[in-house]
Structure formats: C-alpha cells, structure tokens
C-alpha cells in the first residue's frame, strides 16, 4: 500500500516530441505529488508537485494530470529537448509522525534524441 | 541551484577508516533527512532529524551514524563501511509539519574499498 508504481522504465522521445510518465498509487493517505528531475551525478531537483484537490498543473513545458478516483497521476514534457534527458522519478508524500514520508516510484530514464 | 550543500562532493575511504559527512541548509527548515541511493534507484530514506532530534531511523546498520548539531547542520559519520556501502548519499530537509517539499543536496558520492 505504501508502493508508486512508475511506467515506462525507459523512454526515448525525438526532440519536439512530448514525453509521457505514469504513476500510480494505493494509499489515499498521500496528499502531495511531487516529481523529481535528476541528472547524473546530481541530487533530485523538484520540478513540479501537486496536490490532489487539483487535476492539472502546468509549469512551462511541464504540467502534472492527476486522477484522484483512479489513484493515477502523470507528467508530461511537451516540445521534449535534448536538455531534459535525465532519470524522473514521481513520489507521493503524506506527513507522518510530523515529517513529509516521501515514497519514490522506481525511475524513468528519458533520452530525448535530436 | 540547491540551497542544500553537501561535502565533500566525493569521497573515497577504506573499509576501516572513519570519516563523516557534511550537510548544510539555511532555508530554516526543522527537518533534515538523510537518503542513500544505489545507481539507477531511487532514493531510500536513511534517518529522519526533527528539531534537531532523531526521529526516524530505516534500520540503518550502526555503522551509519548520524549527528544533528544544529538546526542548520547534518552530519553521517562512517566507520567500518563495507563496499557494498558505496552510494551516493544525498541530504535533504523540508519544512516540518507542513505538508511541503522536500529539497535535496547534490549529494556526496562514496566509494568503500
């Protein structure tokens, strides 16, 4: 129940492409949605988050769709770049004996290819 | 850029040195975390610092030892690491009690031989 579970594990999108990630979770306990960008070598940078009482959030190229009776939510880069290859990792957060518990899904490589 | 600053960067050391590292926020945040990731994992929570004290520790072997000497300051010291210790360990912290962010360092990359 504490799981996210991410799709796909691999992504490659031409450049100007839009590239899609999915996430999906069980416990109704979470409340926060963030997604993590993450080059290598790098710690995760926030990209974007979400709460659930919002279906869509954009930002830029980026915007967040989520689907709170479904328990899915996904992110999608529009006008893919080069520049945004890196690993994406979705999370849920719920606050837990006073901090933020985070739980990481498993990770999607992107490769935008030019 | 992060306004979580980790040292060192790397670090290589020998399965009975000691060392420790180092983490820094000035975003007046009351929690700070420590996570360990394996390449092409995602992170997995290490130790939980709130006000200071520790609140949550994932079963972290012993040889793991963390230090909070303040409320801007983390610390992991280690000693008698074993290669399989090699990771990149990444610091964070976020604002407690809220239901908010939370903002990871670059991390400090390990390397046990």
């Known amino acids: 129940q504490q799981q996210v579970k991410q799709s796909p594990q691999s992504l490659i999108v031409q450049k100007g492409g839009i590239s899609i990630i999915n996430c999906a979770y069980e416990?109704?306990?979470?409340?926060?949605f963030p997604w993590y960008q993450q080059f290598p070598g790098k710690g995760p940078a926030l990209l974007i988050a979400i709460r659930p009482d919002v279906s869509e959030k954009k930002e830029g190229r980026f915007t967040i769709s989520f689907n709170k009776s479904a328990k899915q939510f996904s992110l999608h880069i529009m006008d893919s770049q080069p520049g945004d290859s890196a690993t994406y990792f979705c999370?849920?957060?719920?606050?837990?004996?006073?901090?933020?518990?985070?739980?990481f899904g498993a990770g999607t490589r992107l490769a935008v290819h030019p | 850029d992060t306004e979580v600053t980790q040292t060192p960067k790397h670090l290589v050391m020998g399965m009975t040195n000691k060392k420790s590292l180092k983490c820094e926020q000035h975003?007046?945040?009351?929690?700070m975390y420590w996570y360990k990731q394996k390449a092409k994992k995602p992170p997995e929570l290490m130790f939980v610092?709130?006000?200071?004290?520790?609140?949550i520790n994932e079963s972290v072997p012993s040889r793991f030892s963390p230090e909070c000497p303040n409320s801007s300051l983390l610390n992991l010291h280690l000693h008698a690491l074993q290669p399989e210790d090699s990771a990149l360990y990444l610091c964070?912290?976020?604002?407690?009690?809220?239901?908010?962010?939370?903002?990871f360092g670059e991390g400090s990359w390990l390397t046990v031989v």
């Open positions: 610092y709130s006000y200071e004290k520790l609140s």
């Open positions: 964070a912290s976020s604002q407690e009690f809220a239901r908010n962010t939370i903002y």
């Open positions: 999370a849920a957060s719920m606050l837990s004996g006073g901090y933020n518990k985070l739980i």
């Open positions: 975003m007046g945040h009351r929690a």
């Open positions: 416990n109704t306990a979470f409340d926060y």
